[in-house]
Nanobody, 133 residues
């Protein structure tokens, strides 16, 4: 199967906007959870946004809620997600990874998309987002 293909990113001044895009061609329908995970220098990986493709259910980390929006555009062959990032502060500087995974059973016996980066098996190469003051 093909790799995840990321695009977008780059440099922007604080307060600006950027949009990331990720295409996942040829993956099975069971891989229904697409997410964006970022890693800033010296910090742990953070899942910032997630979408369950069949239902459109979205999740945002508190750190980005109200500023980031995740979209999906899916065909029979390719799952595509976009992450629109507005009002970027310098603290959003990081490498952003597109990831793809399957649902897991939570403690209540419900199938949900994972919340932790380690539960995602398929990762893109990452794209740098740099926000300058």
């Amino acid at each position: 199967q093909a790799q995840l293909m990321e695009s977008g990113g780059g440099s922007v001044q604080a307060g600006g906007s950027l949009e990331l895009s990720c295409a996942a061609p040829g993956y099975p329908a069971s891989k229904r959870c697409m997410a964006w995970i970022r890693q800033a220098p010296g910090k742990e990986e953070e899942l910032v946004a997630r979408i369950d493709i069949p239902t459109g259910a979205k999740y945002y980390a508190d750190s980005v809620k109200g500023r980031f929006t995740i979209f999906q555009e899916t065909t029979k062959i390719t799952k595509t997600t976009r992450l629109k990032m507005d009002g970027l502060p310098a603290e959003d500087t990081a490498v952003y990874y597109c990831v793809l995974g399957s649902q897991r059973l939570d403690n209540g016996g419900k199938w949900v998309c994972p919340s932790t980066p380690m539960r995602y098996a398929d990762w893109g190469r990452g794209t740098q987002v740099t926000v300058s003051l």
